[in-house]
């Protein structure tokens, strides 16, 4: 158990971090399309800023990887699918973020995060939700 908690909580920060700075390089990518100067030290502003500020996105990954991180340990244990546990870990937390996306869309009508209004920025999301399952699955493993 100890091992699952000292993996869990590095995941959900690592897929934090990570979705974070990709929203706010798409934000500011699209402004800068837009024809806005965009130096580095606005972005380099902009980022720290939103890691700062989106800690309600945190909570909402953590709720998703607490779904999506035993259902992926279920699907490593069981062996009915194929696949090594860094492949159903990786892909929980693209899914888990995908789906938190595409959930909160339906049910509230919001994205908890904007840059993932287009298909682009969601699969960034869910990139950075691969990121915390990848490293959930490596910090987590028996050595």
Known sequence: MIRVLKAFFPAVIAAYITGCLLATQVVLGN???MGVDISLATRLQASFHDLLGMTAYLLLILV???IAMPVAAGL???HLV???RVFWFTLAGFVALVALHLIMRQALGVYPVAAARDLGGLLLQGLAGAVGGFLYSVISSRR
């Open 31 to 33: 402004l800068a399309d």
């Open 64 to 66: 998703a990887f607490v």
């Open 76 to 78: 490593v244990r069981i």
């Open 82 to 84: 194929p696949g090594t």
